[in-house]
Structure formats: structure tokens, C-alpha cells
């Protein structure tokens, strides 16, 4: 990882943001949890204009160190920039919940990401989320978004389909709250007391032998995105939404 580390800083200075985003994207899939290669990873997609890449990156950084201002400020200024600032203000009651039952991101991660929900009978939408990755096998996540004044929050559990690559999700339980901050956490809360999620050492954890009463399936419902922090292999060029 070192050598990826100092090649990706020689085709910086050379120029080639494009091959030493390659090198530091290769270098976090071998050390996904390193807040200093987040942080190079971050400046280099904001010197290359890619603002939604360089949010991600920042965002991650102050998952994994807390204490790091300056990537809060940029996770604030580029949230702005990129017009995903309401869904930004959930997603931090997201990390405080996480935080505060797990520390610092090394097992769970949030972002704001693009998805596509499929139901019988119509087409597919888009639209963007603000996602809790628990980062457990199969994959469970919370995915929150923006309705009017409400946060919508969704539990939702890995649920693969025949022929589909991507990662698909089916909902088990959703709730909505007021779009306040105090509010959200404690709803988010809410779901930890009613036993969907459990707290398993420095982790969070969905179990689908909990509390059935409270766990309803919509089969026919199905999410598809890719989870993060999922660092590509070669420069991304994501354009911000409109």
C-alpha cells in the first residue's frame, strides 16, 4: 500500500489527477478504514472538480475521525454546493446515532447515495438517499430521505434477485418523524429499544429472527444501490443533481 501511496503523490505533482485518484482508490480497498488516505482521496476529487466524489470522501473522513474540523467544514461547504444540504442534516443525525453507540465509523458508514426503487405495475424511480451502511453480511442498512417536512426512515435487508448484479434491498419497517434533529435520533433510537436493530459490541445489527410482531416485509418493494464506501479502481466523474 505504501508504493500505491507514493505513485498516486508522484502523478499528482506530475499532473494525472486521473491515475493518482486510481492509486489512492486501489490503496483504500486495501486499508478502507484510514482517514488520511479518505483525506488525500477527498482534496484530489475537489482538485479534479468532482464535488460529489470529494463530499463522500470528506464525509468518510469525519466518520473515522470524529475531531477532524476540517473535513466537517468541507462536508458542510460541498453539501451546499452540490444541493444535497437537507439530506445532509439527516444524514449527521445518522453519525451522531452511530457515534454514539459505536465510536468512530471503522463498522458502520453513511453517505448520501443514488438509488432506484422498483415496484410491480410501474416504472423504476430514482432518488437520493442518505444511507446508515451497518456493514454486516447480508447487508442491512437505514435509509433515510426527505418527504416535504418529514424524514422518512427505512430499515431495510439484503434481499438478492436472479439475474441482478447490484445490490437489491426489500423494506422491513419504515417510520417517519418531523424534520427536526432531536426528533430524528429519537426515532432512530426507537428502533434500537424495539429490538430491529442490537447493539453487538462496537457494531449495530439488524437480525431477522427479532421481533417479529414489529417486522413487516414488503416483498415487492425493491431498492438497488451501491453501497459505500465502495472506492473505485479509476477516477469517478459523478456530476452533481440539479
Not at 491515475?19 to 482517514?35: E, I, K, V, W, Y
Not at 442490537?198 to 449495530?204: A, E, F, I
Amino acid at each position: 500500500m505504501p508504493a500505491l501511496v507514493s505513485r498516486a503523490e508522484v502523478h499528482a505533482r506530475l499532473g494525472d489527477t486521473d491515475s493518482s485518484l486510481a492509486d489512492l482508490g486501489r490503496a483504500l480497498q486495501l486499508s478502507p478504514n484510514d482517514a488520511r488516505l479518505y483525506f488525500s482521496y477527498a482534496t484530489s476529487h475537489l482538485r479534479a472538480g468532482n464535488k460529489r466524489e470529494a463530499f463522500s470522501a470528506f464525509l468518510r473522513v469525519a466518520q473515522l475521525s470524529p475531531g477532524n474540523t476540517e473535513a466537517r467544514e468541507m462536508c458542510n461547504r460541498l453539501a451546499s454546493e452540490i444541493w444535497l444540504f437537507e439530506l445532509y442534516e439527516g444524514a449527521k443525525v445518522m453519525e451522531d446515532f452511530a457515534l454514539s453507540h459505536c465510536g468512530p465509523g471503522y463498522g458502520w458508514a453513511v453517505d448520501i447515495v443514488e438509488a432506484w426503487e422498483f415496484n410491480p405495475g410501474r416504472p423504476p424511480a430514482t432518488y437520493f438517499a442518505a444511507l446508515l451502511n451497518l456493514r454486516q453480511t447480508p447487508s442491512a442498512v437505514l435509509q433515510l430521505t426527505v418527504v416535504g417536512e418529514q424524514y422518512r426512515v427505512i430499515l431495510m435487508a439484503e434481499s438478492p434477485l436472479e439475474g441482478i448484479s447490484r445490490t437489491m434491498f426489500r423494506q422491513v419497517t419504515e417510520e417517519t418523524s418531523p424534520r427536526q434533529t432531536t426528533t430524528l435520533l429519537q426515532t432512530l433510537n426507537e428502533l434500537l429499544r424495539r429490538g430491529l436493530l442490537v447493539k453487538d459490541n462496537n457494531s449495530l445489527r439488524y437480525y431477522p429472527h427479532g421481533d417479529q410482531s414489529v417486522e413487516k416485509i414488503v416483498f415487492w418493494t425493491f431498492i438497488m444501490m451501491d453501497l459505500m464506501p465502495r472506492p473505485p479502481t479509476q477516477a469517478g466523474r459523478g456530476a452533481a443533481p440539479g
